[in-house]
Nanobody
């Protein structure tokens, strides 16, 4: 019943910027941590950044100083602003949220559908 929809991916030149957005909808009781993962061809999915409900953030070493994660709790949305992009940032980016739905006390992880980010000249 819960759905996460991502937007904002695309093609950008090295040094450019992109902003990703992920919004959750459905029978949501509460949302805890939110985050972004990415997966390049032939590689494992890796954590890019995460953010707690209170706003504490964590970043992979490879993106520190270049990416910024933020959230809007009223809109059930998480964002990823990506600056100074490099070819090695090319991947499918997935959002994730820890969500408790109205019909159960259990907390489960929900994933977005993924959005392609390509950094190339």
């Amino acid at each position: 019943q819960v759905q996460l929809v991502e937007s904002g991916g695309g093609l950008v030149q090295p040094g450019g910027s992109l902003g990703l957005s992920c919004a959750a909808s459905g029978s949501i009781f509460s949302i805890g941590a939110m985050g972004w993962y990415r997966q390049a061809p032939g590689k494992q999915r890796e954590l890019v950044a995460d953010i707690t409900r209170g706003g504490s953030t964590n970043y992979a070493d490879s993106v520190k100083g270049r990416f910024t994660i933020s959230r809007d709790n009223a809109k059930n949305t998480v964002y990823l602003q990506m600056n100074s992009l490099k070819p090695e940032d090319t991947a499918v980016y997935y959002c994730i949220m820890a969500i408790t739905i109205a019909t159960t006390p259990q907390v489960d992880d929900y994933w977005g559908q993924g959005t392609q980010v390509t950094v190339s000249s």
